[in-house]
């Protein structure tokens, strides 16, 4: 019963954008640090973005810092991922995932191994196209 559903990804070009959402269930959000991760073809799981307990603070890492923006909606148990300017290297599976706090949240959005990686949703593919 516990889950997530991710949704919102496709296939676009260059310098477009996506926005991706993800519905959870069993638990309720803001009682987790939440993390979007991204996966592309045979490699690892790398952060993206991450939001913390509260409102506050939210972390991005190098690569979608400045175009990404995380969100989260308590009311309706959602959070979002707004993503801009994107980019072919932006192209991977996109998988929400809660955590337990360890450190800050830049610490845990750095360092993927911190989080249960594989045990939530099947993810939402997103391609770019040049």
């Known amino acids: 019963q516990v889950k997530v559903v991710e949704s919102g990804g496709g296939l676009v070009h260059a310098g477009e954008s996506l926005k991706l959402s993800c519905a959870a269930s069993?638990?309720?959000?803001?009682?987790?640090?939440t993390g979007w991760f991204r996966q592309a073809q045979g490699k690892e799981h790398e952060g993206v973005s991450c939001?913390?307990?509260?409102?506050?603070?939210?972390a991005y890492t190098a690569p979608v810092k400045g175009r990404f923006t995380i969100a989260r909606d308590i009311t309706n148990n959602m959070v979002y991922l707004q993503m801009n300017s994107l980019k072919p290297e932006d192209t991977g599976v996109y998988y929400c995932?809660?955590?337990?706090?360890?450190?800050?949240?830049?610490?845990?959005?750095?360092?993927?191994?911190?989080?249960?990686?594989?045990?939530w949703g099947e993810g939402t593919q997103v391609t770019v196209a040049s």
């Open positions: 995932v809660p955590a337990s706090p360890h450190g800050t949240v830049q610490e845990m959005c750095d360092h993927p191994h911190l989080w249960p990686l594989g045990e």
């Open positions: 939001s913390g307990l509260s409102d506050g603070p939210t």
């Open positions: 069993g638990f309720r959000l803001d009682s987790f640090v």
